[in-house]
């Protein structure tokens, strides 16, 4: 499996991941060109993509969506609330609805020999999911724009060996910068996004003997620095119950605008 971010954060995401028997892409959040310019990087060409999995319909996540399922034809898995999140947003009249396969949170689809399955969120959209994937013994995950998580996510997310996973803000930073109250309130909220913190304390549960790779992602241009999200997770993970430390595993940063680091196992 070889996994990369193509771009990261609240001006878009998108994710690769090239399983042995099929190509998918993780929310389509940048235009078409950046799309094809970050596959193209990555030696692939957009054909090559077998699906297009949507986590919600906020727009950092299906900005591209438009121009690429017109140009490509490329099959949209989601929950049927996603799908319909994304029919009411302006120009998505322009999408072929037969593309769509709706899936279901906690039932396990199929596309090639890829097991994925859609794991429940907390966001503020109306049936937000986590992606876990799985193919011949490797696990993977992208775990974005979640307020909380819980015992269930732990359970769902348990024995991966590469994880995508939120770290949106220093709660320090959210608190004195000049977003709007309402705003911060709603970042902060049980719908809102991870703080490094909660990354940090989420990350340890995860935690296990066969981690690849730890991806932090969706990192807020305003309130964050990836020197910070990267200590407080590492630091937090030290500090956590769990027998590992911060510099056990490989932690890297998502950037905002260019290619991640290519993970690959
Ligand atoms: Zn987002
Ligand atoms: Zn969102």
């Not at 399983?19 to 090559?48: F, H, P, W």
């Not at 989601?78 to 947003?89: D, F, I, N």
Request: with cysteine; glycine share 8%; proline share 3%.
């Amino acid at each position: 499996m070889r996994m990369c971010s193509i771009g990261s954060g609240s001006s878009g995401n998108c994710v690769f991941a090239g399983a042995s028997s099929a190509n998918l892409l993780i929310d389509v959040g940048l235009s078409c060109k950046r799309t094809v310019q970050g596959l193209n990087t990555l030696g692939l060409d957009i054909s090559e993509i077998d699906a297009i999995l949507l986590t919600h319909e906020h727009s950092d996540h299906i900005a591209g969506l438009r121009v690429i399922s017109k140009k490509y034809g490329i099959p949209i898995y989601a929950t049927r609330g996603t799908m319909e999140g994304v029919m009411l947003t302006p120009g998505a009249d322009e999408i072929d609805r037969s593309l769509f396969r709706v899936v279901e949170p906690d039932t396990e689809f199929m596309i090639n020999d890829v097991r994925a399955v859609p794991v429940r969120i907390d966001h503020d959209t109306r049936e937000p999911v986590a992606f876990r994937i799985e193919e011949y013994g490797k696990k993977a995950a992208v775990i974005t724009d979640l307020g909380t998580w819980s015992e269930y996510t732990v359970d769902a997310m348990s024995g991966l060996n590469t994880i995508f996973v939120e770290a949106n803000h220093d709660l320090r930073m959210l608190e004195c910068g000049r977003y709007p109250y309402i705003l911060k309130k709603r970042i902060m909220s049980e719908k809102g996004h991870l703080s490094n913190d909660d990354s940090g304390a989420f990350l340890s549960r995860l935690l296990n003997d066969d981690i690849q790779a730890v991806m932090l992602a969706h990192l807020s241009k305003e309130n964050n620095l990836p020197e910070i999200a990267y200590e407080s997770v590492r630091s937090g993970i030290t500090l956590s119950d769990t027998k590992y430390e911060g510099d056990d595993f490989p932690i890297s940063v998502c950037p905002r605008d260019t290619l991640s680091r290519i993970v690959e196992w």
